[in-house]
């Protein structure tokens, strides 16, 4: 079956996604800060809150993780309907509880023709939804390594 919109080289995005998940979790081990897969906290824009699990977390320290492994298009463009999906992170983060370490990790991918990573091109185009609280990471798969790239 024609598969066009199928991560190259995974089973599935889905598996693609909990592969970077699990990346994620690998590289904050290594920085010392172990983490848990789908952590709920209460998110809420009143009074009424309801859980939502985070890709990664840790409720003691009150750390949450959302985890995003796009890339630019193959033709080099921008792939908006998934970035419409880090739109609504940013949203998830907004209405989580004050206090809370939010970390938006993303798989680092250059685009030559745009001179920039797509978390760059994110950061730039799109700040004006970005809450002042949430880091940003670009994780290299390559070197299984991460920076951060937007602090709070």
């Given at each position: 079956m024609n598969k066009p919109f199928q991560r190259i080289g995974s089973l599935s995005n889905a598996h693609a996604g909990r592969d970077f998940e699990i990346s994620a979790k690998n590289f904050f081990q290594t920085q010392g800060l172990i983490?848990?897969?789908n952590v709920k906290v209460p998110v809420g824009v009143s009074t009424l809150k309801k859980g939502h699990a985070f890709d990664l977390?840790?409720?003691d320290k009150q750390i949450i993780i959302e985890c995003k492994s796009h890339k630019w298009t193959s033709g080099n463009n921008v792939p908006s309907a998934k970035l419409t999906v880090?739109?609504?992170?940013?949203?998830?983060?907004?209405?989580?509880?004050?206090?809370?370490?939010?970390?938006?990790?993303?798989?680092?991918?250059?685009?030559?023709?745009r001179n920039e990573t797509l978390?760059?091109?994110?950061?730039?185009?799109y700040q004006h939804l970005i809450p002042d609280d949430v880091e940003f990471w670009e994780y290299d798969e390559t070197t299984n390594n991460a920076q951060q790239i937007k602090s709070t």
């Open positions: 983490l848990e897969l977390g840790c409720p880090w739109n609504e992170a940013m949203y998830y983060f907004l209405v989580a509880p004050s206090g809370y370490r939010k970390i938006m990790f993303v798989l680092r991918d250059f685009s030559p023709k978390a760059q091109y994110y950061i730039r185009t």
